[in-house]
C-alpha cells in the first residue's frame, strides 16, 4: 500500500520529528496480522530492539494494510509520562486518513503527532544520537 514515494515520504517524517526530540519514532508494516495488532505491535517492538533506547522512549507505528489493524505503542518511558488518550486520539487521526485511501498521509500524521508529543517530554539534546533506524521494517 506504500509506493516508493510515500516510503522516502514518511522515513523523511520520522528524520524531521526526531530532529525536535530525543524519542525514537519507527513504523513498522506487516503483510498479514493474524492475531490482536498491539500483541504484534509488543513482538515487533521488542524484535526491533526498540527496548534499548537509552531513555526507553521509543515509539512503534504499526500497521497490517491486508487485515485493517493498526496500532502504536511507546516504551515505559513514554507511557509513564503521555496523556492516557494520547495514542487513540493519534490511531484516530490515522483511521480518518486511511477511510480515505491516504495511507501514507495517516502515517506521516501520527508521526508529527508523536514527534510534537515527544519534544514536550523528550526534547531534542544537543548530544542526541540516532539510536534506531528511521527506515520502514516490514515483514518479509
Not at 8 to 17: C, F, H, M, R, Y
Not at 27 to 33: E, L, M
Not at 123 to 128: L, V
Request: contains cysteine.
Amino acid at each position: 500500500m506504500i509506493n516508493k514515494e510515500e516510503n522516502d515520504l514518511i522515513v523523511s517524517a520520522i528524520q524531521t520529528a526526531e530532529q525536535q526530540t530525543s524519542g525514537e519514532i519507527r513504523v513498522h508494516i506487516d503483510k498479514k496480522c493474524s492475531t490482536d495488532p498491539v500483541k504484534r505491535a509488543v513482538q515487533v517492538f521488542e524484535k526491533l530492539g526498540m527496548h534499548k533506547t537509552a531513555l526507553r522512549n521509543g515509539v512503534l507505528i504499526y500497521v497490517s494494510f491486508s487485515d485493517r489493524k493498526l496500532a502504536i505503542i511507546g516504551d515505559q518511558g513514554i507511557d509513564a509520562v503521555v496523556p492516557a488518550d494520547f495514542w487513540v486520539s493519534t490511531k484516530d487521526q490515522m483511521i480518518h486518513c486511511f477511510k480515505e485511501n491516504r495511507f501514507a498521509d495517516g502515517i506521516i500524521a501520527a508521526i508529527t503527532e508523536a514527534g510534537m508529543q515527544l519534544k514536550s517530554f523528550f526534547p531534542y539534546m544537543e548530544n542526541d544520537e540516532n539510536e534506531l533506524s528511521n527506515e520502514i521494517s516490514k515483514e518479509a
